[in-house]
């Protein structure tokens, strides 16, 4: 019986990520809306990544910015190299040029794998060098990049189909399970961690995350222990709720509200939409590409 | 070949999430250790990243935790540049350094933050040893990333003599009167030369 059980069990996990329905609604939307929220996220830092990227005009010296992250080790010899080949002007002005056609041409699927991964380095050596001044934005856009660069997200409505007479094969990997299974345990751990901190379960944790000496929002402190107990329950039970259909709208729906709220209260628009996309996409039931069958199967 | 691909990419998708998942587990222990016990937990970790995997991590942006505003969630830390001429008048103060848009302030208050753990860290180190390298490099590195900040402005103060540099904090009164103001403190406070 448990040999019987173990012998099926790598099967059983191969048949798990097996496709089951067309995965071209969820790979278009994915490719898509990153490529747009990377776009409209730095041309509404534009009039200020001088003081964050530039050779010259940044708060603090580039180096210094990015001294004591991980990153050092990488972006401290290039910075060297492109100075040392009287590079560093011209560097500065390629790469946020660079970045931006690099990302349209992800969202018109042109190019689409090369494009994903030339963003995704362009998108690391440009936000890496201000490493302090990131927050998870940043590291949910490394992610979806990387995502967009491993899944075939070019293969469907792209340029890359029309130009090169590609047919719309059908893949038979669910590459959504994927994204599912890294944003259950994404949420998990931030319920988790917040759990752990009584902070959550009294309203103080709320308070501090909310609090600011540019608004005049104090309400009543049973609102913060209310929101607090809730976030920590939303998110913890995340990973189950998602699971089962019926529950899946409503958890759905508590998140993308979660994420408004984070949005409106605390102004972090940016990482707000990307989890917003990241729900949507990985849980959503997209069904804007009717599925296509008798295609060719294909990884 | 063909019948491979499938199992190749199972795998390499079961190996990524499983690094994932244990980066979940390890930064969040860290972290609650951390907080209340002060040091690093004395447990076995498994799948930890390190100097030889860490570009796959960075590359992957998988190397992070996911305890946005989770253990020790604190209030939010500002800096403030306050200018001076030669009597020590105030000539301006300035909380923006420049930045104009919603998102580049977002990110300086992020910057705050971790400006406020880094100086938190070093007191600890310093608890422990006051003249290590470790410290030293340290205590210069705030005190050269403070002068960064407002340099640049100072100088172009044509009667700027001095400025000062605070890293601010909210005093968390969670009960507070709806009219009481907000209360500040200064984490540190670094005073330094235009000229």
């Not at chain 2, 690094?19 to 498994?46: A, C, E, M, R």
């Not at chain 2, 002068?147 to 005093?171: D, F, H, M, P, Q």
Request: charged share 15%; glycine share 4%.
């Amino acid at each position: 019986m448990h040999y019987r059980a173990i012998y099926t069990m790598p099967n059983k996990v191969l048949d798990y990520f097996k496709r089951e329905y067309s995965e071209a609604s969820f790979l278009l939307f994915f490719r898509v809306m990153i490529g747009l929220v990377s776009i409209i996220e730095i041309l509404s830092l534009k009039g200020d990544l001088f003081l964050l990227f530039s050779p010259t005009n940044t708060l603090m010296p580039q180096e210094l910015m990015y001294m004591e992250t991980g990153v050092f080790r990488y972006l401290y010899p290039m910075s060297l190299f492109l100075k040392e080949n009287g590079l560093f002007d011209f560097f500065y002005q390629f790469i946020l040029s660079a970045y931006l056609v690099s990302l349209l041409f992800l969202v018109i699927g042109f190019l689409t794998r090369f494009s994903a991964l030339f963003t995704l380095i362009l998108q690391l050596i440009i936000f890496k060098s201000f490493a302090q001044f990131n927050y998870g934005y940043d590291q949910f856009v490394t992610m979806s990049l990387f995502y967009c660069f491993i899944f075939p997200v070019g293969k469907y409505y792209s340029c890359d189909n029309l130009i090169f007479k590609k047919k719309n094969v059908e893949i038979f990997f669910n590459y959504q399970t994927v994204l599912q299974i890294h944003l259950c345990i994404a949420y998990f751990f931030s319920g988790l961690a917040k759990a752990l901190d009584s902070g959550w379960w009294n309203g103080k944790s709320v308070w501090n995350a909310l609090v600011s000496i540019d608004s005049n929002y104090y309400p009543v402190p049973i609102i913060y222990i209310v929101g607090g107990i809730l976030t920590v329950l939303l998110e913890l039970s995340y990973p189950i709720l998602v699971n089962f259909k019926k529950t899946r709208k409503i958890i759905l729906a508590a998140m993308v509200l979660m994420h408004l709220f984070i949005a409106l209260m605390m102004e972090l628009y940016a990482f707000s939409i990307i989890m917003i996309v990241w729900n949507v996409a990985a849980f959503g039931e997209l069904d804007l590409v009717k599925e296509k069958r008798n295609h060719k199967v294909l990884v | 070949m063909e019948k491979a691909k499938p199992f190749i990419i199972t795998i390499f998708f079961i190996v990524h999430l499983v690094l994932i998942f244990f980066q979940g587990i390890n930064t969040t222990v860290d972290n609650y250790w951390n907080f209340h016990y002060q040091s690093k937990p004395d447990l076995p970790k498994f799948l930890t990243q390190n100097e030889n995997n860490e570009w796959y991590y960075i590359l992957t942006g998988i190397n992070t935790g996911y305890g946005f505003y989770g253990i020790k969630t604190s209030s939010k830390k500002y800096f403030k540049i306050s200018y001076y001429d030669e009597n020590s008048n105030i000539i301006s103060t300035d909380r923006y350094f420049g930045l104009n848009s919603v998102n580049g302030i977002q990110r300086l208050g992020g910057y705050s933050s971790y400006m406020a753990n880094y100086i938190e860290g070093t007191k600890k180190l310093i608890k422990e040893d006051s003249l290590s390298d470790q410290v030293k490099f340290r205590r210069e590195y705030i005190t050269k990333s403070m002068k960064w900040l407002g340099k640049k402005k100072a100088y172009s103060i044509r009667n700027c003599n001095s400025y000062r540099v605070e890293l601010l904090t909210i005093v968390p009164d969670y009960y507070k009167d709806l009219n009481k103001k907000i209360q500040l403190y200064a984490l540190q406070s670094n005073l330094y030369h235009a000229k």
